[in-house]
């Protein structure tokens, strides 16, 4: 079965640096792209940027270009959404996604919360 | 960027009843459209994909339709199970977006 599994809840204070994760597995991980997704608290979906983990082509939305990064280690079938500098605007849930005909499956979730 | 604009924002429905959203594309996506279901707390699911493809798993009471710019979700029967939150996601061109999403409540 296709899983895509990600890392836990987060509590981070403005200035900070995060890299979250999202493992997956059930599939070949290399041959699909990964997306991550946005939702911030009682608000709707946004695209964030994927990543092709077979050779790391990264495409971003332009709301998020230079506020994110998103990598992928393929050796370990696992993707990443990183800060260098976290804002309070960024508290939200972030989703991970497999993209075959728009998106698949989803990860599970994983809630930030930046506060001082 | 592509808009989607979907509508209505909200819906109260009885058990039963027949279920429309609409989402409307800035320009056209040919087919390159899903609807996903989303319940509090929860990841969203798809439940359709190129526009009228069901997904496996999905009751057939959820249909799709459309193509170019505009694009119909209908759930012919509404069950208990189906109050949920509704998206649309255009993937034609990047970056893709998701309509604003269809809050399907029980009157």
């Known amino acids: 079965d296709v899983q895509l599994v990600q890392s836990g809840a987060e509590v981070k204070q403005p200035g900070e640096s995060l890299k979250i994760s999202c493992k997956g597995s059930g599939y070949t991980f290399t041959n699909y792209w990964i997306a991550w997704v946005r939702q911030m608290a009682g608000k709707g979906l946004e695209w964030m940027g994927s990543i092709y983990p077979g050779d790391s082509e990264t495409r971003y939305s332009p709301s998020f270009q230079g506020q994110v990064t998103i990598s992928a280690d393929k050796s370990i079938s696992t993707a990443y959404l990183q800060w260098s500098s976290l804002k309070a605007s960024d508290t939200a849930m972030y989703f991970c996604a497999r993209l075959v005909t728009g998106i698949d499956y989803w990860g599970q979730g994983s809630p930030v919360t930046v506060s001082s | 960027d592509i808009q989607m604009t979907q509508s209505p924002s909200s819906l109260s429905a009885s058990v039963g009843d027949r279920v429309t959203i609409t989402c409307r594309a800035s320009q056209a996506i040919r087919n390159d459209l899903g609807w996903y279901q989303q319940k509090p707390g929860k990841a969203p699911k798809r439940l359709i994909y190129?526009?009228?493809n069901l997904q496996s798993g999905v009751p057939s009471r959820f249909s799709g339709s459309g193509s170019g710019t505009e694009f119909t979700l209908t759930i012919s029967s509404l069950q208990p199970e189906d109050f949920a939150t509704y998206y649309c996601l255009q993937h034609n061109s990047y970056p893709w977006t998701f309509g604003q999403g269809t809050k399907v409540e029980i009157k």
């Open positions: 190129a526009a009228s």
